[in-house]
Nanobody
Framework: QVRLVESGGGLVQAGGSLRLSCAES????????MGWFRQAPGKEREFVAA???????YYADSVKGRFTISRDNAKNTVYLQMNSLKPEDTAVYYC???????????????????WGQGTQVTVSS
């Protein structure tokens, strides 16, 4: 059973930074492709960033150049460093995991098998 626990959300002013963490409880983290998604009130959950288990990365256009996804397989943790935050980044952020191939990352929600409970990020103007 894979359990994902996000942390690091909070309230920050526009232009500020936050780092989200997602810890995975299993023993096969290094073989999972990981992703971050977000959901704002009244909107669909949308893709933010993804990382393969060989650390290839991919970003949504809306966060490219501001957010960085990374992973530490020794700690079973994936991170999302968020810089230059904007009010439109306000959402609940979810991490997700799926068994994957070496270089492949995934961007569609239905490609992920496991989800965390989410962490709130609020950016004030």
């Amino acid at each position: 059973q894979v359990r994902l626990v996000e942390s690091g959300g909070g309230l920050v002013q526009a232009g500020g930074s936050l780092r989200l963490s997602c810890a995975e409880s299993g023993r096969t983290f290094s073989r999972y492709a990981m992703g971050w998604f977000r959901q704002a009130p009244g909107k669909e959950r949308e893709f933010v960033a993804a990382i393969s288990w060989s650390s290839n990365t991919y970003y949504a256009d809306s966060v490219k150049g501001r957010f960085t996804i990374s992973r530490d397989n020794a700690k079973n943790t994936v991170y999302l460093q968020m810089n230059s935050l904007k009010p439109e980044d306000t959402a609940v952020y979810y991490c997700a995991a799926t068994p994957g191939y070496s270089g492949r990352y995934y961007v569609a929600r239905n490609e992920y098998d496991y989800w965390g409970q989410g962490t709130q990020v609020t950016v004030s103007s």
